[in-house]
């Protein structure tokens, strides 16, 4: 089964969070760390991020159905926009990460914890 965090790391890398408002992808995962961690927000530097980053993707990829669709597409967004590693994976967790078959059930490791962050933004 996969982390929750794993699970809130790619709900925030898709963008439907109050971590997500607009804001960075890195700058999210660091006020999600931050209140998860009860420590402030600057404690986590870029590499933290980076780092939070690839375990979340050992995970991912230790749950989901095809790793190598995961990877493929890791490397054509490192290849077209020429960024890093580390922000390739968080681009990838968002439109390229599927949660649900087109019959509306779980995929890829994923199950109904994915919404945890939606419940809590509710309290």
Not at 18 to 39: F, H, P, Q, T, W
Request: hydrophobic share 35%.
């Amino acid at each position: 089964m996969m982390e929750q965090r794993t699970l809130d790391i790619i709900r925030i890398c898709k963008g439907n969070t109050k971590y997500s408002n607009n804001d960075l992808i890195y700058n999210g995962i660091r006020r999600y760390m931050a209140e998860e961690c009860m420590v402030e927000p600057d404690y986590y530097t870029d590499e933290d991020i980076g780092n939070i980053l690839w375990d979340a993707m050992e995970d991912y990829l230790d749950h989901c159905n095809k790793p190598s669709h995961f990877m493929w597409c890791l490397r054509d967004v490192m290849r077209i926009h020429n960024w890093d590693i580390y922000h390739a994976i968080a681009v990838v967790f968002g439109p390229y990460t599927r949660v649900k078959d087109d019959n509306g059930n779980y995929v890829n490791g994923f199950d109904d914890r994915i919404h945890r962050l939606d419940r809590e933004e509710l309290k």
